[in-house]
């Protein structure tokens, strides 16, 4: 694994190729509709306005030893983004319209401050405790939540504009870190949404080999899933993919049938019970 440090350093270097990309995206791009639903390409920028002040503001009390939820915030392990993803999406939409032509000024103002607090954080101060409302979260892991959301609200919006885009390698660790822990967005908690319980558990594998291993199966109630590191017994479904499009159906922005389709997705075992797995899994 990627040392804090090394991790904070990629990091970076991605928020500042993101805020060169925006600088120079054509002002007809910003008015298209992004891989987001009910966003454009500048609502999805004002949304990471949002998360930047949120960022900042809840690691910046964590290191005075305060992690309460902020007025209006859900108590921490509360929070999901089925039960968010409404008002989330008006919120930023309402801060698009309020900050108008101010809006990549103040994108790269709030990014850059966050930028500082998170890759200045020292050893003692990685570990204090934070909110979110996914839940009490270590400091330092905040880099990698920022790491996360910058790369993929990036692909939300070149995807919408390129004909082929791709998450950045170097955010493929930390996106597997993020899965695999139980904590704040971006871990699978976080990705799934429940339905209606099964008859019986469905036991899915996936075998990813490059350019991060990811070994593991997802048993799925319908109502409930678990998450085991260790294989074993008789997988219902076995995936194998890259890291890539792995993060890509861990967080919904591709559907276990389209990659299928598309030749992206390889499976052994029952197709449609293959197909039935994002359903469950959306992310946000």
Known sequence: MASFEERAQLYKNESESFQEYLIN???????????CDEWLVSDVV??????????????????EG?????????????????????????????????????????FIEKDNHLIDLLT??????????????????????????????IVLHQWDIR??????????????????????????SGSLRWAFWAGPALDRPVRYRFDVKTPVPVTAD??????????????RGVADVT?????????????GRTRAAEAMAAGHLT????KALAEQFSQWFKGI
């Open 25 to 35: 995206l054509p002002a007809e791009d910003w008015e298209k509709q992004s891989a």
């Open 46 to 63: 004002a949304h990471l306005v949002g998360n930047s002040e949120f960022y900042a503001s809840t690691v910046t009390q964590g290191l």
């Open 66 to 106: 305060k992690f309460s939820p902020p007025e209006g915030r859900p108590e921490a392990g509360t929070g999901h983004p089925s039960i968010s993803a409404d008002a989330l999406a008006k919120s930023s939409i309402a801060a698009r319209e309020r900050l108008g032509d101010k809006l990549l000024e103040t």
């Open 120 to 149: 200045g954080l020292s050893l003692e101060d990685q570990v204090k405790p934070c909110y979110h409302p996914g839940s009490i979260v270590p400091a330092g892991n905040f880099v990698d939540l920022r790491f996360k959301e």
């Open 159 to 184: 995807s919408a504009i390129e004909e082929k885009a791709g998450l950045s390698a170097a955010s493929l660790e930390s996106m597997v870190i993020l899965i695999q822990e139980s904590f704040a």
């Open 218 to 231: 997802i048993i799925v109630e319908g109502d409930k899933f678990r998450y085991e590191q260790a294989p």
């Open 239 to 251: 995936f194998r993919c890259h890291t890539h499009l792995f993060a890509l159906l861990m967080y």
């Open 267 to 270: 499976i052994e075992g029952d």
